[in-house]
């Protein structure tokens, strides 16, 4: 008869994904996780896997719980598409003006990182992105057809600069640690974007 389980797999995958996030996966050690968990490793071993394995596994909560929480105003069709990216970016530069904020992006830190070789976890970040530029694409396509976006705009283009801009903020916030440098970007940025 299989041992009942007597901790959160859920609360302990969320540890996991924040000790992840803070440290990076080479610099995450077993013991770190037996002590975040506060489970022991046949737990961790027999729940998730070995380390690779429960490293996905936060990636993926990750990508569910914070990256595509992001984009939910992008999501609202009850606006209209300038807004909604305004929105957006508003809430975006939000987050990375919080505490938070200055962990960098788990996604971003993982597509640099040695781990990123694996087909899974390469996957698991290609999933992040190409979501997340699909998202823009279909907001931005939805502001040019009702006449909010200058109509030589090409939205392919526009997305993924806006990707790489966020991206590189995301950088910026975490070396410089100082949110203000951001937050006046986040507002450049958006200023920009009323005016394409």
Known sequence: MARK????RDEALKKS???????????????????????????IYNT??????LFHQALEYYRTHVFEMLNQ?????????????DYYLENFGKHISS??????????????????????????????FNSLQAILQNTLQQAKEHGELNINC????????????????????KSQKDS?????????LRTAVKNW
């Open 5 to 8: 389980i007597e901790f959160d």
């Open 17 to 43: 994904m924040i000790l992840f996030w803070e440290k990076g996966y080479e610099n995450t050690s077993m013991q770190d996780l037996v002590t975040t968990l506060e489970i022991n490793r046949f737990s």
């Open 48 to 53: 998730y896997g070995d380390k690779k394995a």
């Open 73 to 85: 105003p992008l999501l609202n069709n009850e606006a209209s598409g300038k807004k909604r990216l």
């Open 99 to 128: 505490t938070k904020g200055s962990l960098g992006c788990m996604i971003q830190a993982s597509t640099l990182s040695e781990i990123s070789r694996e087909k899974e976890i390469r996957n698991e970040i290609a999933k992040a």
């Open 154 to 173: 090409n939205v392919e283009a526009a997305a993924i600069h806006i990707i790489c801009t966020l991206q590189g903020l995301i950088v910026l916030r």
């Open 180 to 188: 203000n440098v951001v937050s006046s970007q986040i507002d450049f």
